[in-house]
């Protein structure tokens, strides 16, 4: 059976399969994608003819772009420029009064913190002034409650002796009273003596 060669179509499929695996494109390669078949002079003259017309089609010259589509290129251009920069514009300003709002509330808040500082610090030194002024009132008042105590142990002193010169009268004056029933019993029985000697 005559042998049948291989198509132009084929050794394009084969180039196209190994160039979107990423794999080099040789006669080798080419020929094992074709499933080994195909003679390796047939594979390299047309590799050799592939290659340069792949190298031809990269030196041509791109064509220069009509004054039309450059002029209309260069409108399109113009009016996107001028859009971004609207909005570019527009975004400095919303920006621009955002960062003033900010600074605005920044500087009240920095203000009631000042406020509350030197409200704090009254408060503080207020209560500082009531805590040396109680200070001051306990001291005192240990010092009465001292000199109190002081005081009552005098007058508890003074006391136990008066109560020890009470109870040393209350003895003279039971011994008083036992001596005055004694000569009482005694002027008794001189009365009628007396009064006889009067009479």
Do not use: C
Request: aromatic content about 6%; hydrophobic content about 45%.
């Amino acid at each position: 059976m005559p042998r049948t060669g291989i198509t132009q179509n084929q050794l394009l499929d084969a180039i196209a399969a190994l160039e979107a695996r990423g794999e080099s494109v040789t006669k080798i390669t080419v020929r094992k994608e074709l499933g080994d078949t195909g003679s390796f002079g047939t594979i390299s003259a047309f590799l050799a003819q592939w290659r340069s017309n792949a190298k031809a089609a990269q030196q041509i010259p791109a064509a220069p772009i009509p004054d039309p589509v450059q002029a209309m290129f260069a409108s399109a251009w113009a009016t996107a420029r001028a859009e971004a920069q609207a909005e570019v514009s527009g975004e400095r300003e919303a920006l621009a009064a955002s960062k003033a709002s900010f600074q605005a509330e920044l500087a009240a808040v920095v203000s009631e913190n000042k406020e509350a500082e030197r409200a704090l610090e009254d408060e503080i030194e207020e209560r500082n002034r009531k805590l040396i002024e109680f200070a001051d009132r306990y001291a005192a008042t240990q010092r009465r409650i001292e000199d109190l105590a002081e005081r009552v142990g005098f007058l508890t002193a003074q006391l136990e002796t008066q109560n020890a010169r009470e109870k040393a009268l209350e003895h003279q004056v039971g011994v008083l009273e036992a001596e005055n029933r004694v000569l009482g019993a005694g002027k008794t029985e001189m009365v009628p003596k007396i009064d006889a000697y009067r009479g």
